[in-house]
């Protein structure tokens, strides 16, 4: 009995130990649909996402996967603000949300203020590929190709995560992690 009792104790640290090795480091073996991969991935800092990415200096494109954690009934959004103020408002955003039918549209807009209209527009820089979005596991998957503004490797980029209601999104949390949700991004490291 003590000699199950501790094999059940040191593989539950086993178990916890992989657990938080996962966490730090859970960007590295992330797998997409349709066979789709990228070069570099960065595990973001708060609201449990990771982006991915694959860059071309030639033509200073990115192609990009934003993967988040959300219920059925939450939005997810990445995107960047190519104003050097950064932060949410003038950030050109890619708005992931599940329909009743299970699909998963792509909203695209700017935010031009903190309380913004969500209008399905064109962004300020170019998407030469329409976005494209998933749900499984528990996680939105955005797909996103985007000429990086200025040609700049860095940018200014943000996240979010909020809830649905009747399908409409709605405000996300103005408190916590939906506050820190904001990071200069380096493509070329990472
Ligand atoms: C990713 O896969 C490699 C090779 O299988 C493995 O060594 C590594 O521990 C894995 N990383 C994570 C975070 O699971
Ligand atoms: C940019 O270049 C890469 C690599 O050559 C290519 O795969 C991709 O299709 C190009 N993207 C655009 C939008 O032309
Ligand atoms: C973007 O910058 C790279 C160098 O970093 C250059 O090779 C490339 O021609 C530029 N692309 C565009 C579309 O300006
Ligand atoms: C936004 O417009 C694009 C292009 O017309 C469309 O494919 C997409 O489904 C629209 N998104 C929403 C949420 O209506
Ligand atoms: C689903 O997630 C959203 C965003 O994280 C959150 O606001 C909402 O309360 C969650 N809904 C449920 C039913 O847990």
């Known amino acids: 009995m003590a000699r199950l009792l501790l094999v059940l104790v040191a593989t539950t640290m ?11 480091h859970g960007c590295e073996n992330a797998t997409f ?15 449990e996402a ?8 030639a033509n200073g494109t990115a192609e990009i996967a934003f993967r988040a954690q ?30 009743g039918s299970g699909a ?11 309380s913004p209209t969500l209008d399905n527009t064109t962004l300020s820089f170019a998407v030469p590929v329409p976005p494209t979005a998933e749900y499984a596991a528990g996680a939105y998957t955005i797909y996103v190709t985007v000429a ?15 809830p649905l209601s009747g399908g409409a ?3 996300h949390l103005m408190s916590g ?5 904001v990071k200069r991004q380096d493509f070329l490291s990472g």
């Open 50 to 57: 990771s982006l991915y990415w694959t860059y071309h200096a």
């Open 148 to 162: 990086l503004p200025g040609n700049s490797t860095q940018q200014n980029t943000v996240w979010q995560a909020g």
């Open 14 to 24: 086993l178990l916890l130990a992989a657990g938080a090795t996962a966490q730090q």
């Open 70 to 99: 959300s219920n059925a009934t939450g939005w997810v959004a990445w995107g960047i603000n190519p104003s050097a103020s950064g932060g949410m408002a003038g950030s050109n955003v890619f708005v992931a949300s599940l329909g």
């Open 169 to 171: 999104i709605m405000a």
């Open 33 to 47: 649909q349709a066979g789709r991969s990228f070069e570099r991935c960065h595990t973001l800092p708060v609201l």
């Open 104 to 114: 998963v549209s792509v909203l695209t807009t700017i935010l031009k203020t903190t």
């Open 177 to 181: 992690p939906n506050l820190q949700s």
